[in-house]
């Protein structure tokens, strides 16, 4: 007000409201430099120095007390007891594992005991070293406010509390966001599964935004992050720290294949080669289930055209059978087979004669019973600012989404939430940071399966035999 009314203000006055303002978090300073070229980094720590709060100038901080179940306010004060928490894991090559921790009150000596009230472990802590840089300093001791790292804790990662084993606390983990693109990885190297396994372990307890899983569907190892950036890093940080070479490429689409229509088929496998045959035969009537009830098998032999112990042996052909489907080779799901008719032979029938069978009249008949590809829908939620949502909207129609409502979220922003097909999405973060100036973000969930498109079909049809071919 002193200055709308004219007045000047002193730097005093300027830098005094500042630091309160920032103190107050009413004023998130930004401040532009380069580490890389060494520009402005000793204008950022002057204003570190200047502007931001010391711990003593800060407020409690509220913990659980273990004991008791209750909350704590943890005091800035070296006389309390110790706790501290955990913000990063480093795997450092020479040292091993560096747990990087900030502490919120009391004192650590080197060579003393902690506890990990997270895991509820002990652990013993060896040297004290102060960060800086790349170096570390090895130091007697840290106190409140003090941030420091300490090598090989046992199982502690970003997030844990580590304090006092009597006064034992624990502060409120940090909610990491879900990460939204998607990466199929391999080793370049054959034989690098165990190297690349070791280093991705490595990268997720420094790094508690990535996620590494198995896709079942597909197969594919598949590396998630929260951008192409960050994935990029993350690559590099394999090749260049762990020496593990790694392929990466857009995942495959976990695509399903299904029955439209009920047909009655017949399956006979007959092989005659000197000494004992072979001879199972069996009749199957497939049909379609709803989406997503999976698969059943019923036994409705009477008169035992088939012996009892011969008919798992017809399932088995036919669950074989459908992990491959006749289209594009993608799983089937969502039917029933029933078993109804057949015949056997006393000595030439066997349990994997009526397995080839039961594999054979599922072939046949899913051939004859309209199959269809499905592919799986996602629930996506974007946020972003007023201004984008007509570019938001237009964007996820052209990927063949539905949008199923919009409403304002608890910032401000609008939330638009749609199904769009999972084939469309993999490099949704790229175009949403492109159409937002990077101020938009989403989140993505599985909801179900449903048919592809006529004009899509033939395209991953002619894609799956291309790849079939280059196999053999």
């Not at 204008?43 to 409690?60: K, R, T, W």
């Not at 879900?178 to 396994?197: F, R």
Request: aromatic share 8%; hydrophobic share 35%.
């Amino acid at each position: 007000m002193k200055y709308l009314d004219g007045e000047s203000l002193t730097n005093q006055e300027i830098s005094s409201l500042l630091k309160k303002g920032v103190k107050e978090k009413k004023i998130v300073p930004i401040l532009c430099g380069s580490a890389t070229m060494n520009l402005g980094i000793e204008y950022l720590l002057d204003f570190i120095v200047e502007y931001l709060p010391s711990p003593s100038e800060m407020p409690p901080v509220a913990a659980k007390n273990v004991k008791t179940s209750s909350e704590e306010l943890i005091e800035n004060s070296i006389d309390s007891p110790f706790s501290a928490f955990v913000f990063k894991t480093v795997a450092d090559p020479y040292v091993g594992n560096l747990t990087y921790f900030r502490v919120y009150s009391g004192k650590l000596s080197e060579d003393s005991n902690i506890y990990n009230s997270s895991k509820t472990i002990d652990n013993k802590v060896g040297k004290i070293y102060k960060m800086q840089g790349k170096n570390q300093r090895s130091i007697s001791e840290v106190c409140a406010g003090d941030i420091a790292a300490v090598a090989k804790l046992k199982n502690t990662v970003t997030g844990d509390t580590l304090c006092d084993k009597d006064n034992p606390v624990l502060f409120e983990k940090i909610e990491y966001p879900e990460p939204i693109m998607l990466l199929a990885i391999s080793p370049k190297t054959k034989g690098d599964e165990d190297k690349l396994s070791t280093a991705l372990s490595k990268i997720i307890d420094e790094d508690p935004t990535v996620k590494v899983y198995r896709d079942e569907d597909t197969g594919e190892s598949i590396l998630a992050g929260m951008g192409e950036s960050h994935l990029e890093v993350i690559i590099d940080t394999m090749e260049s720290k762990f020496g593990v070479e790694v392929e990466k490429s857009t995942p495959k689409v976990g695509y399903k294949e299904t029955i439209r229509k009920s047909v009655k088929v017949e399956g006979k496998y007959k092989k005659q080669s000197g000494g004992r045959g072979q001879y199972g035969h069996c009749w199957l009537e497939l049909e379609p289930r709803g989406r997503g009830e999976g698969f059943e098998f019923v036994d409705k032999i009477v008169g035992g055209v088939i012996p009892r112990q011969y008919r798992p042996a017809v399932e088995k052909g036919v669950v074989g059978a459908m992990k491959k489907g006749v289209l594009a080779g993608y799983p089937t799901v969502d039917i029933r087979a029933t078993v109804y008719d057949g015949s056997y032979h006393p000595v030439d029938s066997s349990e994997m004669a009526f397995k080839v069978a039961g594999s054979m009249a599922f072939k046949k008949g899913a051939a004859e019973a309209n199959p269809v590809l499905l592919e799986p829908i996602m629930d996506i939620e974007v946020i972003v600012p007023k201004e984008y949502m007509g570019d938001i909207i237009g964007d996820l129609n052209s990927k063949r989404g539905k949008i199923m409502g919009m409403e304002e979220s608890s910032s401000g922003k609008q939330s638009i939430k749609a199904k769009i097909p999972q084939a469309e999405i993999f490099k949704y973060a790229i175009d949403l940071r492109s159409i937002t100036q990077g101020r938009g973000t989403f989140s993505l969930k599985f909801s179900h399966y449903e048919e592809v498109p006529a004009n899509i079909v033939q395209e991953i049809i002619a894609q799956a035999k291309e790849k079939e071919e280059e196999k053999k």
